[in-house]
Every structure is written in C-alpha cells, then in structure tokens.
C-alpha cells in the first residue's frame, strides 16, 4: 500500500471539510485507473502528454490519496480516494476496500472490448453486495476512458450508457489526459455524494449543509 500527500484542486483554498467520504476506484488491469487518480493532483497546466502517462506504474494491492474538493462558495469536502489493482490475484482483498464506500467508481477501456466484459463479470457483482436498496446505497459511476483515442474505440457511447442504465449506474467518459476533464468527474460526484448522504445526516440530526449544483456533461472532450 502506498500513500500520496493530501493535495488540492479547483482554486487551490483550503477549506476546512464539512464530511469526508470514501471513494473507491475499480476496474481490469492498464484501464486507466491510476491515471485517472495522478490526474486529480495536476493542474490543467501540468497536464501530462499520453506518453508520460503511459509509464505510470500499475497499482499494486491499493493506494490511496485524500483530496479536498469544493462544492459550494465556503463548502468543501474531503474525499479519501481509493485506487484498486485489477490484476485478477488482487481481486479478492477488492471487497475489504469497497465496503462503506461512499462512491464507487468502475473503469473500463473504450478500446479494449475485454475490459468492458470485465465489467459484467468480474466488477458488477462486487459492486452489487454493496447495494442493498438502502439510502446509503454507495453512488455509481461506470466511466468508458481512453475516449481521446477514437480511432482505435470499439465501445459505442449508446452501448455504455445502455448497460450502465440497466445497471442503476452513471454514465460518462473520460480521458486522463484532460485534467479539467477528469477533475470535473469527480467533483460531479462529490456533489452527489454530499447530497445523498448529507440529506440523511439531516434527517437524523436537523443540520443543513449549503450545496451548489455541479454538472458534468457526457461527451469525453466537452470540457
């Protein structure tokens, strides 16, 4: 296991959090996860060319970072973002880590059609003993990356969304090379994460936690 320094994103002030929650990072093997992860630590000035991010080691076992993300204009929170290993031996200590997760968020390669069946079979039925109906249901978000490789796709948008749909899952593509891009997931997520679980943290105590609504759009190169 290894451990990145907390970092920040956005406008760079430190805002002290107001919750935390665990977001967790799954998916096969050379998907893109820990790329993805590196790119919540950059500057979209420091965005790195795709072969610099190709030499980025594969995850072993787990690692993790903590991010503070801001969600409103004085609101912000932190987010304890765990990067998984897909190689098949790591899988079974996957479920330690998973359970309690606030978000999960399931990787596949948009060029790589094996990685997308991986999906089915190996990710989807680790994400599900995590759902059982309930308010704290952890939010998901299956994420098609590599979009900036159009050429060599082999999963349709249609296709992705369709699955993700039948699957009660978020659908959006990404590309780790475009930080802004990547970043705006996952503050899109913390939005609805702090929603979520805020909502029932004010039903059990009467607090009111301020939200300001952050939108990630569909397309891969939006933004």
């Not at 304890?80 to 359970?99: C, H, L, M, S």
């Not at 994420?143 to 948008?157: F, M, P, T």
């Not at 105590?205 to 301020?210: A, D, E, L, P, R």
Request: neutral net charge; glycine residues 4%; proline residues 3%.
């Amino acid at each position: 296991m290894s451990y990145r320094a907390h970092v920040l994103f956005d406008d760079g002030v430190y805002r002290v959090p107001v919750a935390r929650y665990k977001f967790v990072l799954v998916g096969s093997s050379n998907v893109g996860k820990t790329q993805f992860a590196i790119a919540l630590t950059k500057r979209v000035d420091e965005m790195q060319s795709p072969a610099q991010l190709a030499t980025a080691n594969p995850t072993v076992a787990i690692d993790f970072q903590v991010i503070n993300v801001r969600i409103g204009a004085d609101c912000g929170v932190g987010l304890i973002v765990w990067d998984t290993a897909g190689q098949e031996r790591f899988q079974a200590i996957a479920p330690n880590y998973i359970r309690d997760a606030h978000a999960i968020f399931v990787f596949f390669d948009l060029t790589s059609r094996q990685s997308f069946r991986d999906v089915t079979e190996r990710w989807i039925p680790l994400v599900d003993r995590q759902r059982n109906g309930a308010d704290d249901d952890p939010f998901v978000i299956l994420i098609g990356n590599k979009c900036d490789l159009i050429k060599e796709r082999v999963v349709s948008e249609q296709e992705a969304q369709t699955f993700a749909h039948e699957n009660a899952m978020y659908y959006t593509e990404s590309s780790s090379v475009k930080v802004e891009r990547c970043q705006t997931i996952v503050k899109f997520a913390a939005q609805r994460v702090h929603t979520i679980f805020s909502s029932r943290r004010e039903r059990d105590t009467g607090s009111v936690n301020v939200n300001q609504s952050v939108v990630v759009h569909g397309k891969c190169c939006s933004r």
